[in-house]
């Protein structure tokens, strides 16, 4: 699925697209009592907790496509039985996307996640070597 903010990652058992359209954003929001911004940050920190996590990944799997009874058996086998840490980096990316706000085809798992973490700097002007 191309979309806004969607990220095409191999996860689990396979190649799933993740995505945290307005929707899912507003229901991770609430269910956390905090914004994308800070639980963004939380995950690169390591103070996410695992019901963070987790909710990413599930409603990152929904946003993406899947349907929520699909998502919910994939996040119980490939999240809650496995270590915490292994899931935190793959919900930290699939938060920079929706903050970075991408367009077209989405974002694949090869480009480079510092791309997606919003820097304000302007471009270089310097030739590429």
């Not at 229901?27 to 995950?43: A, K, N, P, Y």
């Not at 996040?75 to 970075?100: G, Q, S």
């Amino acid at each position: 699925m191309a979309g806004h903010g969607s990220i095409t990652l191999d996860w689990a058992d396979g190649e799933y697209t993740f995505r945290l359209p307005l929707k899912q954003l507003e229901e991770l929001e609430q269910r956390f009592d905090r914004s994308i911004f800070v639980i963004t940050d939380r995950m690169a920190t390591r103070t996410a907790t695992s019901s963070e996590i987790r909710e990413v990944l599930r409603l990152g799997l929904i946003g993406g496509g899947a349907k929520p009874a699909d998502a919910l058996p994939l996040v119980r086998k490939y999240v809650d039985e496995r270590p915490l840490d292994e899931n935190r980096d793959t919900a930290h990316v699939i938060c920079l996307a929706a903050l970075a706000r991408v367009h077209g085809d989405g974002v694949s798992a090869g480009e480079n996640v510092a791309e997606l973490s919003g820097s304000t700097s302007p471009p270089s002007m310097e030739p590429q070597s």
